[in-house]
């Protein structure tokens, strides 16, 4: 049997001095919002929810849902199923919480949160904070300088232009930091940089592994000569760095240049 569809509107005003309060339901919900500042709580169905201006509060509830912010500063959470959250312009905050999620924050200073699940996140413009949550994971940055956390699994992260910081988390991440000085955190794990260059930073815990790193030179002391390939850092306790295309001699000829101990 084919699942219902309604198509909801809000009136602005509605309830709420200049908030419009616009409520789903159980079917496949196609929501408009009003150029207020809106809360739309879509339910369950695979919603489809274009919010308009004003600074606004989506939540899609269970299903595919697809959410747009439109223009303001949104709050917008995915809830269960394998949704689309679009920030659209405006400094944005989205979650996708449950599922396999694409969350693109679009301009804006935006905070992303990728929850459980294989996640897609892109920043876009501004200084964004991405957070990928559990699951296999690809986040991209963008423009500006933003910081971008894996979380647990096997991530891919892209800095892209600006300063970025960059931390792959718990799991076997491969980094690239892009245009810009940027700080890559290293969690453990087996990670990879791809592009290490002058002006980046790798920062790792003095603590790590049980270790007692108290400065670069005793970094460096791990590094293992991959020639072409690069230079290995093998912490000998199952977590190890690899930094693509960087020489040996360079790492170890001058290693406060490149790391630093927190």
């Known amino acids: 049997m084919a699942r219902a569809t309604s198509w909801?509107?809000?009136?602005?005003?509605?309830?709420?001095?200049?908030?419009?309060?616009?409520?789903?339901?159980?079917?496949?919900?196609?929501?408009?919002?009003?150029?207020?500042?809106?809360?739309i709580s879509a339910g369950g169905g695979a919603d489809t929810v274009i919010a308009g201006s004003g600074d606004d509060i989506i939540d899609g509830g269970a299903g595919d849902d697809m959410l747009n912010g439109g223009?303001?500063?949104?709050?917008?959470?995915?809830?269960?199923?394998?949704?689309?959250?679009?920030?659209?312009?405006?400094?944005?905050?989205?979650?996708?919480?449950?599922?396999?999620?694409?969350?693109?924050?679009?301009?804006?200073?935006?905070?992303?949160?990728?929850?459980?699940?294989?996640d897609l996140m892109v920043g876009g413009s501004g200084d964004d904070t991405l957070e990928g949550g559990t699951g296999d994971d690809r986040l991209e940055g963008g423009s500006g300088d933003d910081l971008l956390q894996g979380g647990a699994g096997d991530d891919l992260l892209y800095g892209g232009k600006g300063d970025d910081t960059i931390d792959g988390g718990a799991g076997d991440d491969v980094m690239f930091g892009g245009d810009g000085d940027d700080l890559f955190v290293f969690s453990g794990g087996g990670d990879v940089i791809m592009d290490f260059s002058d002006g980046d930073i790798l920062q790792i815990a003095g603590t790590l592994d049980g270790l007692s790193l108290e400065g670069a030179a005793d970094v460096a002391g791990y590094a293992i000569d991959l020639g072409a390939e690069g230079t290995l850092i093998d912490f000998e306790q199952g977590d190890s760095i690899l930094l693509k295309g960087v020489s040996y001699e360079e790492i170890t000829a001058d290693p406060e240049k490149f790391f630093t101990i927190v």
């Open 71 to 118: 223009s303001g500063e949104d709050q917008v959470y995915g809830g269960e199923g394998d949704d689309l959250l679009l920030g659209g312009s405006g400094s944005d905050t989205l979650s996708g919480d449950e599922g396999d999620d694409t969350v693109l924050g679009g301009a804006g200073d935006d905070v992303m949160e990728g929850g459980a699940g294989d």
């Open 8 to 39: 909801l509107t809000g009136a602005a005003n509605q309830g709420v001095i200049s908030v419009a309060t616009i409520p789903g339901g159980a079917f496949n919900d196609f929501v408009f919002g009003t150029s207020e500042s809106d809360f």
